[in-house]
T-cell receptor
Framework: DVKVTQSSRYLVKRTGEKVFLECVQDMDHENMFWYRQDPGLGLRLIYFSYDVKMKEKGDIPEGYSVSREKKERFSLILESASTNQTSMYLC??????????FGPGTRLTVT | AQSVTQPDIHITVSEGASLELRCNYSYGATPYLFWYVQSPGQGLQLLLKYFSGDTLVQGIKGFEAEFKRSQSSFNLRKPSVHWSDAAEYFCAVGAQAAGNKLTFGGGTRVLVKP
């Protein structure tokens, strides 16, 4: 069974901490994505990557960075966590148009 | 820029009744359109997608959606709702040129009454 896995389901961090969210896919997909999900706002694209070491900003990249050193792994980094980054973070991967596979999500709380 | 509007934040429907979820999009060219479902505690699952061709698209779990270019809509329907359909539903639009980037609507939460 194909999968996108995320390192944590729940995470609590303090303001100012550096936070790493990890995502791994086992489908050999070129494309990987990070979204955040907030009530009433749906999913908003933070960053995506279409190849190893390649990345593009999404709609809300401010305060985030990403790393893709291996094809199967895509990391989201919060350099200095703030309370407005409390959210559900979803990773996804795809081969062709249309994201078919999402991870279970990481619910991050920044206090 | 592309955008998606789901006008209904919550919908309550009785089990066995029909369901229609509205989705309106804004995009300058022919879009790729998608519906996803997120059940409580679960990840998003793709229900169906429209790329081209027949404007009535069949998906999984008995859902279908109709693309209406003149109305910039892609409404999701199910003839008879089951209690397990209680979930949040997201409409999304993708740009053909950009391929895999998707813009999502705000979601519609469906409650099913017994």
């Amino acid at each position: 069974d194909v999968k996108v896995t995320q390192s944590s389901r729940y995470l609590v961090k303090r303001t100012g901490e550096k936070v790493f969210l990890e995502c791994v896919q086992d489908m050999d997909h070129e494309n990987m994505f990070w979204y955040r999900q907030d009530p009433g706002l749906g999913l908003r694209l933070i960053y995506f990557s279409y190849d190893v070491k390649m990345k593009e900003k999404g709609d809300i990249p401010e305060g985030y960075s990403v790393s893709r050193e291996k094809k199967e792994r895509f990391s989201l980094i919060l350099e200095s966590a703030s309370t407005n980054q409390t959210s559900m973070y979803l990773c996804a991967s795809s081969l062709f148009t249309g994201i078919k596979y999402f991870g279970p999500g990481t619910r991050l709380t920044v206090t | 820029a592309q955008s998606v509007t789901q006008p209904d934040i919550h919908i309550t429907v009785s089990e066995g009744a029909s369901l229609e979820l509205r989705c309106n999009y804004s995009y300058g060219a022919t879009p790729y359109l998608f519906w996803y479902v997120q059940s409580p505690g679960q990840g998003l699952q793709l229900l169906l997608k429209y790329f081209s061709g027949d404007t009535l698209v069949q998906g999984i779990k008995g859902f279908e959606a109709e693309f209406k270019r003149s109305q910039s809509s892609f409404n999701l329907r199910k003839p008879s709702v089951h209690w397990s359909d209680a979930a949040e539903y997201f409409c999304a639009v993708g740009a053909q040129a950009a391929g895999n980037k998707l813009t999502f609507g705000g979601g519609t939460r469906v409650l099913v009454k017994p």
